[in-house]
């Protein structure tokens, strides 16, 4: 393995924990409706669990309701103690065959509590991120240590790691300021 290889490992590393915080801030549910809240909801389909946008087309009524149309009739009841059962403090209801998801407005002690989720969410991914750069920096020493690159390149290599790290702690503030900024707006 090479320093080149190392830093390049390295950054594909902390870009899909980049990615992976994305995800988890996506769940965070804000004020206004999206369709995305509903992504990780799972269907109980003829036996087999499969998400709901397998079973049923998922749509935005207005600013603040989702509108879950099942493909099948019989699905109906089903997606709906689905989305009741999957901890969202969600409570959709049936008309005909849409359901409709109504979003609860948020209280402000709600708002804080989200934000807080948010920023702890955001220090776990800067942890992630952080150690990733200390595995790649015990790597690059154990090249030296092996005689397989210079101290010059361990060096080189320590420091594109670090702006690595600081390019993508950077990014993680911006998803969390952002995040709060949208949690906070009534």
Do not use: C
Not at 39 to 44: F, I, L, T
Not at 49 to 57: E, T
Not at 91 to 96: E, K, S, V
């Amino acid at each position: 393995m090479t320093v080149a290889d190392i830093t390049k490992n390295a950054e594909q590393k902390m870009q899909s924990s980049i990615e992976s915080f994305k995800g988890n801030l996506a769940k965070i549910r804000t004020g206004r409706a999206h369709t995305g809240l509903l992504d990780h909801v799972q269907v109980d389909y003829y036996g087999s669990m499969v998400p709901i946008s397998q079973v049923a087309n998922v749509t935005l009524v207005d600013g603040r309701t989702i509108g879950v149309q099942p493909w099948e009739k019989k699905m109906v009841a089903v997606v709906e103690k689905a989305i009741r059962d999957a901890d969202l403090g969600l409570n959709p209801a049936t008309q005909g065959e849409l359901i409709r998801v109504p979003m609860p407005m948020l209280t402000e002690e709600r708002r804080r509590e989200l934000t807080k989720l948010v920023k702890s969410e955001g220090e776990n991914a800067k942890v992630a991120v952080r150690n990733l750069r200390r595995d790649a920096n015990e790597q690059l020493k154990k090249l030296v240590k092996e005689k397989e690159a210079s101290e010059d390149d361990e060096r080189r290599g320590n420091d594109v790691v670090q702006k690595l790290t600081d390019k993508a702690v950077v990014e993680i503030d911006e998803l969390v300021q952002k995040k709060d900024a949208e949690i906070m707006t009534v």
